[in-house]
Structure formats: structure tokens, C-alpha cells
């Protein structure tokens, strides 16, 4: 038997709230368990955190449509893996992610 690579990535990813609809129930959970086992095999994951910052605002359903609250990205939420990040805006992250004081304060 050949071993696995010990560091893999990828960059894929959604809002974590929209995994268990657009992906089924429990697809979040279930995931966090295998990248519990690859890590029990010493097998690193890493994985890109999001394109628009914090907010997550875009298109559903890798994105929201709202920037009221702040958004964790899937998988690279999972405490088994290490995220890596950066933040550009693109045209589906128009505008800038912001909420005035008074309807909340969100400044993302």
C-alpha cells in the first residue's frame, strides 16, 4: 500500500450555514469526522478561507446575500483543518460589506 500525501488543499468552499440544505442533512458533521480521521493519521489539511471577507457576501449558496452578521466559510470552519485566507473584492461582493451604527454596525 502506497501512503498518502501528509499535506493536501484545496479551495472549495460555502457559507456554513447553507451546507446542510444545499449538500443534506448532517453533510457538515459528517465532514468534520473524516477530517478528524485524516488528522489521526497525520495527514494536514488546508484549505482556502473565502474570497469576500468575512461577511461572505455573494450569490447563494457558496455566499450570502446579506452582510447583517458575519459568515464562517465550509469546510475551513472545521477545528481539524488550517485555513488560509485573503480578501479581494470582487463585482458579486459589491457593495463593500457595511452596516451605519444605528442598523446594527457590521463593518466587515
Known amino acids: 500500500a502506497t501512503s498518502p ?10 457559507t456554513s450555514g447553507q451546507v446542510n440544505e444545499y449538500l443534506g442533512a448532517g453533510y ?5 469526522v473524516e477530517f478528524q480521521k485524516l488528522v489521526a493519521r497525520g495527514i494536514a489539511i488546508i484549505i482556502a478561507d473565502g474570497d469576500t471577507g468575512a461577511g461572505d457576501l455573494g450569490p447563494p449558496p457558496m455566499s450570502e446575500v446579506s452582510c ?7 469546510p475551513s470552519q472545521s477545528p481539524y483543518v488550517t485555513a488560509i485566507s485573503s480578501t479581494y473584492i470582487t463585482p458579486a461582493a459589491q457593495p463593500i460589506c457595511y452596516l451605519p451604527l444605528e442598523d446594527g454596525g457590521v463593518d466587515c
Open 28 to 32: 457538515l458533521e459528517r465532514s468534520d
Open 68 to 74: 447583517k452578521t458575519l459568515h464562517p466559510d465550509w
Open 5 to 14: 500525501p501528509l499535506v493536501n488543499s484545496l479551495s472549495y468552499g460555502m
